[in-house]
């Protein structure tokens, strides 16, 4: 009986596959021969899932003030900062992604094991003529012997480079001067999109004075670079293929 919620669940699950890819196949029908549609300029804070950050808090301290003084503290001319230090305000990130790595593992392992007992002398002799057929013998009356063997290996060989540059808005003033950015670009070639995604937690501090900062300065950072159209399309499997690798156990 345990199997019937089981069936039940694996066809409800199938239903809503087919469902969901009904409506995205619609979707992708009234769109053939148009190239994809640029996402609207919109409030990042407004987007689904957009989430205010939170992070650990020093303990706050008094501001001081300088009388009787032009010079602002923090400051790094004369005349106002021009960089972005308030909600609203842009900065450009680099992005500057080199990553490699490269690992070969082997392994094996065997082991053979062989047990045997009997019973000789005159209580073997004894039990061979009464409780064995004939040609038996009780020296060698258990015998057991099992091998076990396992080889595995696996290698990996991957490299990584990307190298551009986007500009991202602050969406959010922490209480200890540090900012939280968002940046989007959308790039359209024929019927193929690419998308860049920057988000993270900057200091004041480490952005230059050309208003630009490092990708590797950005805490908790979130980089993302794909695309959508034609050419994702044919690179990924079909929606049945990925619902029977969820759905199948073997």
């Not at 501090?205 to 208003?211: G, H, L």
């Amino acid at each position: 009986m345990a199997s019937v919620p089981r069936i039940a669940r694996a066809a409800l699950v199938a239903s809503l596959a087919l469902v969901v890819t009904a409506c995205g196949a619609a979707d992708r029908l009234s769109n053939v021969g148009k190239a994809p549609a640029l996402t609207a300029i919109q409030d990042p804070t407004t987007t689904p899932g957009y989430r205010p950050v939170q992070m650990p808090m020093p303990t706050p301290q008094s501001v001081h003030y300088n009388s009787n003084s032009l010079w602002r503290s923090g400051a790094r001319a004369f005349f106002k900062d021009q960089r972005a230090g308030r909600v609203g305000d842009i900065l450009t990130v680099l992005v500057t992604i080199s990553d490699k790595a490269e690992f070969d593992n082997q392994t094996a392992r065997s082991r053979t094991g062989s047990n045997a007992s009997g019973t000789g002398g005159a209580v073997g002799a004894g039990i061979n003529t009464l409780f064995l057929p004939g040609g038996t013998s009780s020296e060698n009356l258990v015998t057991a012997s099992g091998e076990t063997n396992f080889q595995g290996s696996g290698k990996v060989d991957r490299e990584e480079k990307l190298q551009t540059k986007v500009a991202a808005v602050v969406t959010q003033l922490l209480p200890n001067g540090n900012m939280v950015i968002e940046g989007r670009q959308e790039v359209r070639v024929n019927f193929e999109v690419r998308e860049l995604i920057v988000a993270g937690v900057v200091r004041p501090e480490d952005i230059a004075a050309n208003n630009t900062i490092e990708s590797e300065k950005i805490a908790e950072a979130r980089i993302g670079y794909g695309g959508r159209g034609q050419i994702t399309d044919v690179q990924q499997p079909r929606y049945g293929n990925q619902v029977l690798d969820i759905v199948l156990p073997f």
